[in-house]
């Protein structure tokens, strides 16, 4: 649609301070579309001031805001000179020190396509959200979402499938903070007209490892052994096996783990690998 840049606003996550898109016309001359911040005052909000992501020579479209957890970071999408094409997703940063967003730079060809990527939202976890057209997806715009590689980047782009997407348009969704509920809006069979606001739940995935420790040569149960599971997201659990050597511990989703079993004074160490990156069902 073209108004789809009259259509979002956001808060940090201390909602002191909102982003919104404004969009001006010059004698009936359609002049683009801006991305403007204003203050919170108790009940009241100051003036609000531009946030200057584009080029002042050029009239092209700027909307879409959204802030990360710390308020460091804001993306936006635009058509604006230097994208692949379409509208795309584009990143700033805030430089604390001279107290302005720094020029932005497209967020690259993993998340941008030569189709239109709009309505980012990057999750209290550090993972972008945005609406394609152009990444292979159920039909009109999808939503996807992205891992976080660093505070600007971010890689592993994946369809969010049925129920979130549709054969129509699903874009906008949002998270409420720190948990797996949120909105989105889609213009799909069923609604209520045309682009409707649906709500949804995504719960986190379950996973379980459980193994026995067993004598390698006869191949018997050992009672009291550790068995230590370090995570590359920085975890680690130890856990104590029954008198029948079972023992048994939740994992994490998009994780893998390195694993040693041992038993001071009786065996050595065995180490072993698991993962559960790829995983898109409990297991």
């Known amino acids: 649609a073209s108004d789809v840049y009259k259509r979002q606003a956001v808060y940090d996550a201390e909602f002191k301070t909102l982003y919104f898109t404004r969009c001006t016309r010059k004698k009936k001359e359609a002049m683009g579309c801006e991305i403007f911040s204003s203050e919170s005052k108790g009940t009241t909000w100051n003036e609000p001031a531009l946030l200057p992501l584009r080029a002042d020579s050029t009239i092209a479209t700027v909307g879409h805001p959204a802030v990360n957890a710390d308020g460091s970071v804001l993306v936006f999408a635009s058509d604006m000179p230097g994208g692949l094409g379409g509208r795309d997703i584009w990143v700033t940063s805030y430089d604390k020190e001279k107290k ?169 160490n065995k180490t072993g690998k698991t993962t559960t990156v790829g995983f898109e069902e409990d297991k």
Do not use: C
Request: net charge neutral.
């Open 100 to 268: 302005r967003w720094t020029k932005p730079v497209n967020a690259g060809s993993t998340i941008n396509t030569p189709a239109d990527e709009m309505f980012p939202f990057i999750h209290a976890d550090g993972t972008l959200y945005f609406a394609s057209g152009g990444h292979i997806g159920m039909g009109g715009l999808d939503i996807f979402k992205a891992d976080k590689l660093s505070a600007t980047s971010w890689g592993n782009v994946t369809n969010m499938r049925y129920p979130i997407n549709s054969a129509g348009d699903d874009f906008a969704i949002t998270f409420e903070r720190e948990a797996e509920k949120g909105y989105f809006t889609s213009n799909r069979n069923g609604g209520k007209g045309a682009d409707d606001i649906y709500s949804f739940i995504l719960p986190q995935l379950q996973f379980t490892l459980q193994g026995i420790v067993k004598d390698y040569k006869t191949k018997k149960p050992v009672e009291g052994a550790t068995v230590t599971i370090v995570g590359t997201d920085g975890s680690s659990k130890d856990v104590k096996t029954d008198g029948s050597g079972f023992y048994k511990v939740d994992l994490m989703p998009a994780t893998s783990y390195v694993l040693t079993a041992g038993k001071p004074g009786a065996y050595l």
